[in-house]
């Protein structure tokens, strides 16, 4: 297993790409290898002939545990015994090889069958009799039984089969712990066509909610049903460890600016009218955000370890809500794009974090983050750092506000409030206090971000 991500420890098969017995050229993908936040492509160093496959789609696997075995031009099957005892293998049956090719080795969970205590001993028993002839086929409906059944799926599962219209819990999963894998949701998919129609499927639930013992008090029922534990992916749990991290282990300040920006809606909307490509207003941001980080070059640096990193060039981690959790791709070179190149190059990196595509080199690296929470409305937050960098911008929505003029007159402007948290061991509060008065120039002065 690759260290597809820097600091990882372990990642998992999503999917592989090869069989056994497949021969293989350089370049040539291999699998799929989810990691925290993204799906990365694992390909082949070499060419050769696929002789084993160690690990089981879904399966994590700490890095630098072997997971196939690359046969060399000559090599048959009696090389692979010695290759796996050279490498501290096991060997001996199915489950240690771990091959996603024998079935032993990862069975799905076990059918759970109505129990015995829970069928009618009232009259209604015989119509609850027909609920288990249908069993082996996939139904679509839900069911009190199918709602308190705790799904284990990837994030790219989830999304797929919610592009697919399937609930996750009509689906039997094959991976470890029962856990819904890529070729569960594709099975299940070629059989909809055998599915009883709804028609059929209706009486079947109604059965098995009659199978409830009529003694059963209806709290009992409630309680049951009034919450669900939704298991932790990869991605969540990775959020959760670093901004844990981050949090109690970097010494954050934080700054809040109010801009005034009627010039930079009033000019945004000129430039929409002549526009090919719509611009939004936290287009504007990431360009003002890398003009202030030019004007304050002390201000775009990292903290690594025992030394403090300064960069050259402006690449900017853009904050991007998907369906899984937060992902932060970058945007790199900002200084040197116009603001339709920024607009292009965030629209087409946010599309594909939605949909799990970004490569990994796609989330590393940047001095700097935004994160933009105005279109929901929010008018002010903090945010957390995302170590090493040393700033994030938390950008408000502008709304109508009471000004007072130099001259004392009462006006009413468009305000939009921005707070910077900022890292204390790589920003004094003078210069982070720097670099927002040359962000809020530039915002305010928003020609200056078109030069």
């Known amino acids: 297993m690759p260290e597809v991500l820097a600091g990882a420890t372990e990642a998992a098969i999503q999917t592989w790409l090869i069989a056994e017995g497949a021969a293989v050229a350089v370049n040539q993908g291999l699998a799929e290898i989810e990691t925290d936040k993204a799906i990365v492509e694992l390909t082949a160093e070499a060419a050769g002939t696929i002789g084993r496959l160690l690990v089981a789609e879904g399966d994590n696997v700490r ?27 096991q060997t001996g049956g199915n489950a240690s ?45 839900q ?8 799904l284990f799926a990837s994030p790219l599962v989830r999304r797929l089969a919610g592009d697919a219209g399937v609930a996750l819990n009509h689906i039997r999963g094959t991976g470890p712990q029962g856990r819904i894998v890529r070729r569960d949701l594709e099975r299940h998919l070629e059989d909809r066509g055998s599915s009883l129609p709804m028609a059929q499927a209706a009486p079947a639930g109604a059965a098995r909610v ?55 809606l009033e000019l945004r909307r000129t430039v929409n009218e002549n526009a090919t490509r719509k611009i939004s207003v936290n287009d504007f ?32 981690s853009v904050a991007v809500a998907t369906e899984g959790g937060l992902k932060t791709p970058v945007v790199r070179g900002v200084e040197r794009l116009s603001l339709s190149e920024v607009s292009a190059t965030v629209a087409e990196m ?42 994030i911008l938390a950008v408000g929505a502008a709304r109508a506000m009471p000004l007072v003029g130099t001259g004392g007159e009462l006006t009413v402007g468009q305000v939009m409030t921005v707070t910077l948290s900022a890292d204390h061991r790589v920003l004094d509060g003078a210069v982070a206090a720097e670099w927002l008065a040359a962000f809020q120039r530039r915002i305010e002065n928003p020609f200056t971000i078109l030069i």
């Open 63 to 89: 890095v630098g545990v072997p997971i196939m075995v690359l046969l060399a031009d000559g090599e048959g099957q009696d090389a692979i015994g010695p290759a796996l005892a050279a490498a501290g293998v």
């Open 97 to 141: 090889a771990g091959s996603p090719s024998a079935p032993a080795a990862t069975p799905g969970p076990p059918s759970t069958p109505e129990p015995a205590a829970a069928q009618p001993t009232t009259p209604a028993a015989p119509a609850a009799a027909p609920a288990a002839a249908p069993a082996p086929v996939t139904i679509e409906v």
């Open 143 to 150: 069911t009190p039984a199918d709602s308190t059944r705790r």
């Open 210 to 264: 009659a199978a409830a013992p009529a003694s059963a008090p209806a709290a009992e029922a409630t309680r049951a049903d009034n919450f669900e534990d939704v298991p932790l992916d990869r991605m969540r749990m990775a959020i959760a460890r670093r901004l844990t991290e981050s949090k109690s282990t970097v010494p954050h300040f934080y700054l809040v600016a109010d801009c005034r920006v009627d010039a930079l």
């Open 285 to 316: 941001v990431l360009k003002a955000v890398a003009g202030a980080l030019v004007d304050v070059p002390v201000a775009n640096a990292i903290w690594y370890g025992d030394s403090i990193r300064r960069y050259s060039t402006v690449d900017i």
């Open 350 to 391: 946010a599309g594909r974090a939605r949909e799990g595509r970004l490569k990994q080199n796609e989330l590393e690296g940047g001095s700097f983050s935004v994160s933009n929470l105005g279109m929901y409305g929010t008018s002010q937050f903090s945010a957390i750092l995302n170590p090493p960098q040393s700033g």
